[in-house]
């Protein structure tokens, strides 16, 4: 038979006033709202990877020190200045301690409260401190989570509550410091009778009238931070009856206490006395102004598209080349400085822009390497799909993938701590702060009015401002590559932010698209042919004509409009990939604003009557050709003596070679074979498309969704449920059969799911810990409980064997 316990208490401190417990960090993150909850995971969303089981969990990942050093990083140098007040001020190791009310820190703060309806900055920061979580309300007062006592060592450049430096002194040392500042004192320790006398303000005044100038100086060099000082034998013995130097004379009175051999510390008491009970000499609630110069909007969105276009036609173009002739992977896996500058002329452009866009396609998964032992880099199928989207989201692809990377391509070239030079595309470009700064420094320009091109020193301070825990040499320069790589790919336009930029910074890539499309050239289904065997294309040209004419024109210039230039090899290539002479006079008929030259006209003619004259087999290979007099020119050239030739009939000639050399001989002779089949027709050869499989290691990291932060929070409530919900347990047969066990354990279950009843069970999950969970019993079945579980919102399969316990919920907590 099944007995059952009476019901125990859970420990959940919900109602602290009615349990007459204090109450705790855990607590107030239990009584926050779904709303509220979701905000801070949004806002720190290294909380929720992975979801904490219940509250005990979050409030320890979110108090740990990792976490609130990133926490940290978000806050602005105002708000950073209010946590460090409510630290210093709200120490419980200060005998008297000054007090966090707002009105408390404002005075701290040299503010006067907002009153009425505007907008008072001191209450935005404490609502950003207590939506990140660190700082939370306790019995009528702010505190400050524990570890930032840790974090924050010397918070407003303040030293130690006088407390701490003093009880780390021998006894026998504070003994005499209270015996010579208060004789009297009913305290229970030397240390509590000297730091509760230099708790108050009019003793503190009375010893510091005692001291010489001399002293005073040494005062007010600590006053405002830092507040150690370094002296030789800090320690010694002082009284006040031998006390000689003005240091001896501050350290008799407690107003200088040692905290090592060769250092001194003011005491945090007399730091806020010293300063007049003012925190902060500079504390400013904005960031400085921008300084820089205001140019046209229209004209900076016209440099910015413009600019974007030329990243999407150099990209194109040299993905194309690739494809026909790609480049070699080295071994350490990036690419050679000789590759680099090729790809820099083809792209038209520098090494490092052309450094930028080789590691922007590969975060795009446009460029990757094949899985040959030599390797190269190639197109990957993704390039495919790309290139036929419109001009405005190849772009948005581009801006997304640079966004995200943590690569950063002006490390080309420099030497990493190994001496080992640093290649494209390569190991060793990482820098983990990238996308936040790159960020950031979008979002800042997107502070300024449109058409500002701010100052990159206005900028910087903006940014040190706004995150100052981030300031660091290599914090600058990676802002300052952001601005380079920023105008180089068109997200910004003559130093200012591009109209289409704006909304990305708040994920509205429709709008984003809709802007740029406007601002983009136009594709062109048209080109100009001369009479100099050369085509014009006045700008950007639709897909299929652009393809086509790559094909059977190359390249001669490029710019504001491109020049194609068609010659015999041009023209041959377009006829071995399957092209007819009048396939390719009608399409430069329908594309050509202007008449067809005759002399285009006979190039193609000439060039298609001599193309697959001659048709080469194997024999060890021969040559076909329905022009005798053809095959008799070809035996009698003295230059094809190395060929052994022998002709079998009129229209037939054998030869000595293999097929591939043969053709590739006669070409250089100028003949131009065309291969031929066993039937007889001739093999043309299509150039050769070979694709790579997209690079997943420089994909980023993806911020949670709004969806699954939703998620996060319910599966958060359960859990928490789960650990303190009041429950009855269920004694289960310990000193019986495995079977009994089971049994009683199936009984219970069956029952609960007969009544549709939930029920707590404790479990060992297959990564071996032991967890709580709330289920609905559904069924059982093979040795497995299938169950709703509140922490998953679905249905699971529970093992009977890893149940480790079983509970029911007590009257009011069973509703399902």
Not at 434 to 456: F, K, N, Y
């Amino acid at each position: 038979m099944t007995h059952y316990a009476r019901p125990e208490p859970t420990g959940d401190p919900a109602d602290d006033a009615a349990t007459g417990r204090p109450p705790t960090f855990t607590a107030w993150l239990r009584s926050r709202s779904d709303d509220e909850l979701t905000a801070l995971l949004r806002a720190r969303p290294d909380l929720a990877r992975p979801v904490p089981t219940d509250m005990g969990a979050l409030a320890h990942r979110a108090t740990s020190r990792n976490a609130v050093l990133r926490a940290l990083e978000r806050l602005d140098r105002f708000t950073l200045q209010v946590l460090e007040s409510v630290v210093a001020l709200g120490d419980d190791r200060m005998s008297e301690p000054v007090g966090t009310l707002p009105v408390d820190l404002a005075r701290a703060l040299g503010m006067t409260p907002a009153r009425g309806t505007g907008r008072d900055p001191l209450d935005d920061a404490l609502r950003t401190l207590a939506s990140l979580a660190l700082v939370w309300p306790d019995r009528g007062r702010l505190r400050p989570v524990q570890i930032l006592r840790d974090l924050l060592p010397h918070p407003a450049r303040l030293g130690p509550p006088a407390r701490v430096p003093l009880a780390a002194l021998p006894h026998r040392t504070v003994e005499r410091l209270a015996a010579d500042l208060v004789p009297h004192s009913t305290a229970d320790s030397p240390v509590e009778a000297v730091a509760t006398a230099l708790s108050d303000p009019d003793r503190i005044r009375g010893l510091i009238g005692e001291v010489d100038a001399s002293a005073h100086r040494l005062l007010d060099g600590l006053a405002w931070g830092p507040p150690n000082g370094t002296v030789s034998d800090a320690r010694r013995e002082i009284t006040l009856a031998t006390a000689s130097s003005p240091v001896e004379t501050l350290i008799a009175r407690g107003l200088l206490v040692p905290v090592g051999d060769d250092t001194l510390t003011l005491p945090r008491e007399v730091g806020l006395y010293l300063r007049s009970d003012v925190l902060f000499r500079d504390v400013s609630t904005a960031p400085p102004p921008f300084e820089g110069r205001a140019r046209d909007p229209e004209a900076v969105e016209r440099a910015a598209a413009g600019q974007a276009f030329v990243v999407l036609r150099a990209i194109e173009e040299l993905l194309e080349q690739w494809s026909r002739e790609p480049a070699a992977v080295l071994r350490n896996g990036g690419l050679g400085v000789r590759d680099l500058r090729r790809a820099a002329r083809t792209m038209e452009t520098d090494d490092a822009t052309a450094a930028l866009y080789l590691e922007t396609a590969r975060a795009a998964g446009l460029l990757g390497t094949d899985d040959r032992l030599s390797g190269e880099w190639l197109p990957t199928r993704e390039f495919d799909l790309w290139r036929e989207s419109p001009a405005e989201r190849r772009w948005l692809r581009l801006a997304h993938a640079w966004a995200g990377s943590d690569r950063v391509a002006s490390l080309a070239g420099s030497r990493d701590s190994g001496g080992r030079v640093r290649n494209v595309l390569g190991p060793g470009m990482v820098r983990p702060a990238a996308p936040q700064v790159r960020r950031d420094v979008l979002i800042e320009l997107g502070e300024a009015e449109p058409g500002t091109s701010p100052d990159p020193a206005s900028l910087i301070a903006r940014l040190d401002w706004r995150h100052p825990r981030r300031r660091s040499p290599v914090h600058t320069e990676l802002v300052e590559t952001a601005l380079t790589e920023a105008a180089a790919l068109g997200l910004t336009g003559a130093g200012a932010l591009a109209e289409h930029t704006r909304p990305l910074l708040v994920d509205d890539e429709e709008s984003a698209a809709e802007i740029l499309a406007t601002g983009l050239p136009r594709p062109l289904d048209h080109v100009l042919v001369q009479g100099d065997l050369t085509a014009v294309a006045p700008g950007p040209l639709v897909n299929g004509l652009a393809r086509e004419l790559a094909l059977t024109a190359d390249v001669e210039s490029t710019g504001g409009a491109t020049v194609y230039r068609f010659t015999e090899d041009s023209i041959r290539r377009a006829l071995d990939a399957g092209r007819g002479t009048t396939d390719i006079i009608g399409m430069l008929e329908r594309h050509s604003r202007t008449p067809l030259p005759q002399a285009l006209r006979y190039l193609v003619s000439d060039v298609g009557r001599k193309h697959g004259r001659l048709r080469a087999g194997s024999a060890s290979s021969y040559l076909r050709c329905d022009e005798p007099s053809l095959l008799a020119e070809l035996v009698g050239d003295r230059r094809a003596a190395d060929l052994e030739l022998v002709a079998l009939a009129p229209t037939v000639v054998v030869s000595g070679l293999n097929r591939a050399a043969l053709m590739e001989r006669l070409d250089r002779l100028g003949y131009h074979p065309v291969a031929e089949s066993g039937d007889g027709a001739m093999s043309l050869s299509r150039p050769e498309v070979r694709r790579a499989e997209p690079d997943t290691d420089v994909e980023s990291s993806a911020a949670p969704t709004p969806a699954g932060i939703r998620a996060a929070v319910r599966a958060l409530r359960a859990g928490d449920e789960a650990a303190t919900v009041a429950r009855v347990p269920v004694l289960l047969p310990e000193d019986g059969t495995a079977g009994a066990r089971v049994n009683a354990l199936v009984e219970v279950l069956e029952r609960a799911a007969d009544d549709e009843r939930r029920v707590w069970i404790g479990y060992t999950d297959t990564d071996g810990r032991q967890v709580g969970r709330i289920v609905a019993p559904e069924r059982i079945d093979g040795g497995f409980l299938i169950a709703y579980d509140t922490t998953r919102d679905a249905v699971q399969r529970f093992a009977l064997h890893r149940v480790t316990g079983l509970a029911e919920l007590a009257a009011g907590d069973d509703d399902a």
